[in-house]
């Protein structure tokens, strides 16, 4: 059984630009849900996504965008990004069974915006 | 009402003492609340988890006390060992709602000194 696995592991932008980030669910989840996590902080909830659509959101402005695909995978894209999105970007993934529970996460994406 | 409040923000214990974190919430809906192990560079790993019909739980060293009625819960390590140095999350949300969310803490940095 694999894990959750995210790509890429440490990302560069400068503002204004676009970034996307890829996750890959545990084997046998089908729901996969997308945080961010500042320096120091606890993560925040971005969006889940199930059976390919959007299943909840935070409060993340809509240059937050997801997709999740038919094998579970889910990407995250960040437009006009701003100094503020340097985060750590974490997936976690879970099975939505009459209400997931155990959410099981990713090492995370290190994304720097200068 | 959404917050989960967590203390302390760090800790320092000696090796084989006990190290105990609190963690308090409002929404009387949450029903699922974990905790997860975060060490630098790396994504939480969920560490023990439980639902409030239950005031205790025990995994190996790892103990959560829960009570309902005061909305607080808590973890104990035991015997507390220098691997088990990380930063320690509390966590909730409502299982069987319509996006199961993790709300968390803001985090405690745990020291255990040999």
């Known amino acids: 059984e694999t894990g959750v696995t995210q790509s890429p592991t440490h990302l560069i932008k400068t503002r204004g630009q676009q970034v996307t980030l890829r996750c890959s669910s545990q084997?046998?989840?089908?729901?996969v849900s997308w945080y961010q996590q500042a320096l120091g902080q606890g993560p925040q909830f971005i969006f889940q996504?199930?059976?390919?659509?959007?299943?909840g959101r935070g409060n993340f402005p809509p240059r937050f965008s997801g997709l999740q695909f038919p094998n579970y995978s889910s990407e995250l894209n960040v437009n006009a990004l701003e100094l503020d999105d340097s985060a750590l970007y974490l997936c976690?993934?879970?099975?939505?069974?009459?209400?997931?529970?155990?959410?099981?996460f990713g090492p995370g994406t290190r994304l720097l915006v200068l | 009402q959404q917050q989960v409040k967590q203390s302390p923000q760090s800790l320092i214990v000696q090796k084989g003492g006990i190290s105990i974190i609190n963690c308090a919430y409002e929404?009387?809906?949450?029903?699922?609340f974990p905790w997860y192990q975060q060490f630098p560079g790396k994504g939480p790993a969920l560490l023990i988890a439980?639902?409030?019909?239950?005031s205790e739980k025990k995994e190996g060293r790892f103990t959560i006390s829960f009570n309902k009625s005061a909305k607080q819960f808590s973890l104990h390590i035991m015997d507390s060992q220098p691997g088990d140095s990380a930063t320690y999350f509390c966590?909730?949300?409502?299982?069987?709602?319509?996006?199961?969310?993790?709300?968390f803490g803001t985090g405690t940095l745990l020291a255990v000194q040999p």
């Open positions: 084997s046998g989840h089908n729901t």
């Open positions: 929404n009387t809906a949450f029903d699922y």
């Open positions: 996504y199930y059976r390919e659509e959007e299943n």
């Open positions: 439980i639902r409030p019909d239950v």
């Open positions: 976690a993934s879970s099975w939505r069974a009459g209400g997931s529970e155990t959410q099981y």
């Open positions: 966590a909730a949300s409502t299982i069987g709602g319509a996006t199961n969310k993790l709300i």
